[in-house]
């Protein structure tokens, strides 16, 4: 059995790692609760966006010079991904799933693939299994705006209408509930709005007309799309951050009974040894 100067320092020990981990869990729930109101809030925008570009399509005419960034391609010559993780690890299995997700995809592609990579635990991961990463966009804020997210729309768009990429898509953590973050693989070129029928199709007017606000919308679209992903990842983040951080005070604590038991068993057997050792000496004397 271990010395009692030894467990009385691991006791310290393990508490003062409790301190830091209850500290992190409530600094994570604080963060939570803000990405979580810009993620809902950002929800019906994308929605609405999205029931627009709907709208355009379901009234579009094939005399129309549509955008580049609705055009398929015939073939799939190279796909580019989007992978959204976080910067810093100590959120469960939350940078595990994404990359496992992300790869499954890569393996499942025949055309050659590179990678943008937006967090530094997906660059790192990309890195360390020699994939190309074409761009890195790393320390983003934990509150972010759409200017963070203009330069990578910027460089898919602009890679998707030079035929670099035949396709991009889109890699990232949806936050369903603080126990539940959900890996998502979203194809964002080209730009596939859903379809509906003419008659459903609503009485907007459009000015100057519709292939004019088409064309000045579709950017917008591409950059509200990695704005949601973004604040969802972040939400996403900050929850598996909190659960896994309160699991860890949790198991600290536990420890630490263990280790306060371990301790009274070990002065108890000194006890006990001083204890005969005295008998023994008076047996001795007498």
């Known amino acids: 059995m271990p010395s009692i100067r030894m467990i009385r320092r691991r006791i310290r020990s393990v508490q003062n790692t409790a301190k830091i981990t209850k500290a992190m869990s409530m600094i994570a729930?604080?963060?939570m609760r803000r990405a979580q109101q810009k993620a809902l809030a950002a929800r019906p925008y994308a929605e609405r966006m999205r029931d627009v570009l709907a709208d355009l399509a379901a009234q579009s005419s094939a005399e129309w010079d549509l955008p580049a960034l609705l055009l398929p391609r015939e073939e799939i010559r190279r796909v580019e991904v989007i992978h959204i993780t976080p910067d810093r690890g100590l959120c469960g299995g939350l940078n595990a799933?994404?990359?496992?997700?992300?790869?499954?995809?890569?393996?499942?592609?025949?055309?050659?693939?590179?990678?943008v990579a937006a967090g530094k635990k997906g660059r790192d991961f990309m890195v360390r299994y020699g994939r190309e990463v074409r761009a890195e966009?790393?320390?983003?804020t934990d509150n972010p705006t759409i200017l963070d997210v203009a330069p990578i729309a910027r460089i898919a768009i602009d890679d998707y209408?030079?035929?670099h990429a035949d396709q991009v898509h889109l890699?990232?953590?949806?936050?369903?509930?603080?126990?539940?973050q959900r890996p998502i693989l979203r194809q964002l070129l080209p730009i596939q709005p859903a379809e509906i029928e003419r008659r459903q199709a609503v009485g907007y007017i459009y000015e100057p007309?519709?292939?004019?606000?088409l064309r000045e919308l579709l950017p917008r679209f591409v950059e509200m799309q990695l704005y949601h992903a973004l604040v969802e990842s972040i939400a996403s983040e900050q929850s598996a951050r909190m659960v896994a951080m309160?699991?860890?005070?949790?198991?600290?604590?536990?420890?630490?009974?263990?280790?306060?038991?371990?301790l009274n068993k070990a002065r108890q057997e000194s006890i006990t040894k001083e204890l005969l050792d005295i008998v023994g000496g008076v047996a001795a004397l007498e």
């Open 29 to 31: 729930a604080s963060k």
């Open 97 to 115: 799933n994404l990359n496992r997700r992300a790869t499954a995809f890569l393996l499942e592609l025949t055309a050659p693939a590179s990678i």
């Open 137 to 140: 966009f790393t320390n983003l």
């Open 161 to 163: 209408v030079s035929g």
């Open 171 to 180: 890699v990232y953590s949806q936050f369903v509930s603080t126990m539940v």
């Open 209 to 213: 007309d519709m292939l004019a606000v």
């Open 246 to 262: 309160r699991s860890a005070t949790d198991a600290a604590l536990d420890m630490i009974g263990g280790l306060t038991l371990m």
